[in-house]
């Protein structure tokens, strides 16, 4: 069964940055596309950005294009979350999962912005 331990987060002012990782494990990582989700309280989940399974097209939610930076490492089975410029409104719950089976995914890692 498909794994995913994401890290990465934590507490950071407002125009900060993180760098979110997520570890995969259980299914063949490198024929699967990936994708990065959150959660913010009280809110439901939200796609936040894909990646093919190669990495060579990567696309984004309009509200992080041009601040946010999806990547992967095929080698390591992980995919990571260049987060720039952070705002309030990105505070949420970070997930990673598969492409089309957002069901199976980790704890995630929490991302607070705020000063």
């Known amino acids: 069964q498909a794994q995913f331990v994401e890290s990465g987060g934590g507490l950071v002012q407002p125009g900060g940055s993180l760098r979110l990782s997520c570890v995969a494990s259980g299914f063949s990582f490198t024929n699967r596309e990936m994708v990065w989700l959150r959660q913010a309280p009280g809110k439901g989940l939200e796609w936040v950005s894909n990646i093919s399974a190669g990495g060579m097209q990567v696309t984004y939610a309009d509200f992080v294009k041009g601040r946010f930076t999806m990547s992967r490492d095929n080698a390591k089975k992980m995919v990571y979350l260049q987060m720039n410029s952070l705002k309030p409104e990105d505070t949420a719950r970070y997930f990673c999962?598969?492409?089309?089976?957002?069901?199976?995914r980790g704890q995630g890692t929490q991302v607070t912005v705020d000063s």
């Open positions: 999962a598969q492409s089309g089976d957002w069901s199976l």
